[in-house]
């Protein structure tokens, strides 16, 4: 057993995921996300049940542990109680943690979540505001939402629900600064925080600068699609 597998092993998600796998394939068959993509819970929980580092690695490198849509619908269907979904996401901090996300095009798209959602809730208490949902990353929302996009602030003073006011209701209003301060605690105590600063550092390894990360994300920002950036290696 190697370092890897033991640091997986005290996660307390895989130690709540991972209990006897059978490797009957209940989880595959019933994951909607098998459906889609080259991914097989069944293959994720049989490679950890291995604990064979090389092949942890290797997972941890892939797209596969990010393609999960956390839908549990392994967990009640597994006949020793295992939740792939759980197990999942203990892969994906240990992939952060050493920087293997930034190995695969999935992974690497870690860096939008922190500076999304990461931030905002960091900066606003919400993971997501209508201010980041633009009509050119969203065509599919039609005109009714570009229309909203460009006139929000005066159309939710209409609905007497207005942005930027402390207490206000929705996703806009202020939170106290005395409650964020208590949200930005937790963070940093369940070590969210130090996982946000791992993803900017693998990105900054694994793209050699500060500066090409900026560009990675400028890319993303401008094309919604980060199979556009160019990797150089």
Same mark, same amino acid.
């Given at each position: 057993?190697?370092?890897?597998?033991?640091?997986?092993?005290?996660?307390?998600?895989?130690?709540?995921?991972?209990?006897?796998?059978?490797?009957?394939?209940?989880?595959?068959?019933?994951?909607?996300?098998?459906?889609?993509?080259?991914?097989?819970?069944?293959?994720?929980?049989?490679?950890?049940?291995?604990?064979?580092?090389?092949?942890?690695?290797?997972?941890?490198?892939?797209?596969?542990?990010?393609?999960?849509?956390?839908?549990?619908?392994?967990?009640?269907?597994?006949?020793?109680?295992?939740?792939?979904?759980?197990?999942?996401?203990?892969?994906?901090?240990?992939?952060?943690?050493?920087?293997?996300?930034?190995?695969?095009?999935?992974?690497?798209?870690?860096?939008?979540?922190?500076?999304?959602?990461?931030?905002?809730?960091?900066?606003?208490?919400? #993971?997501?505001?209508?201010?980041?949902?633009?009509?050119?990353?969203?065509?599919?929302?039609?005109?009714?939402?570009?229309?909203?996009?460009?006139?929000?602030?005066?159309?939710?003073?209409?609905?007497?629900?207005?942005?930027?006011?402390?207490?206000?209701?929705?996703?806009?209003?202020?939170?106290?600064?005395?409650?964020?301060?208590?949200?930005?605690?937790?963070?940093?105590?369940?070590?969210?925080?130090?996982?946000?600063?791992?993803?900017?550092?693998?990105?900054?390894?694994?793209?050699?600068?500060?500066?090409?990360?900026?560009?990675?994300?400028?890319?993303?920002?401008?094309?919604?699609?980060?199979? #556009?950036?160019?990797?150089?290696?």
């Amino acid at each position: 057993m190697g370092k890897l597998v033991d640091e997986l092993k005290q996660d307390i998600q895989y130690q709540h995921g991972m209990n006897a796998c059978l490797n009957c394939g209940i989880c595959t068959a019933v994951c909607p996300a098998a459906e889609v993509y080259e991914y097989s819970p069944r293959e994720v929980m049989n490679i950890c049940h291995t604990e064979d580092e090389e092949w942890l690695i290797d997972l941890l490198k892939s797209d596969k542990i990010w393609f999960c849509g956390q839908c549990y619908s392994c967990k009640p269907r597994c006949p020793r109680g295992n939740s792939t979904a759980d197990v999942i996401l203990a892969l994906r901090r240990l992939s952060v943690r050493h920087g293997y996300f930034a190995e695969s095009e999935k992974g690497r798209q870690q860096l939008f979540a922190k500076r999304v959602f990461g931030e905002n809730m960091l900066k606003r208490g919400y #993971t997501l505001t209508a201010e980041n949902i633009t009509p050119e990353h969203f065509p599919e929302l039609g005109e009714n939402w570009e229309y909203y996009f460009e006139h929000m602030k005066e159309m939710r003073e209409w609905w007497d629900v207005p942005m930027d006011k402390e207490n206000s209701a929705g996703s806009h209003r202020v939170i106290p600064e005395k409650d964020m301060d208590e949200l930005r605690a937790i963070y940093k105590a369940t070590g969210a925080i130090e996982l946000m600063e791992a993803v900017e550092k693998g990105m900054e390894k694994k793209l050699g600068s500060k500066k090409e990360v900026e560009k990675y994300w400028e890319n993303w920002l401008e094309t919604a699609d980060s199979r #556009t950036y160019e990797m150089k290696s």
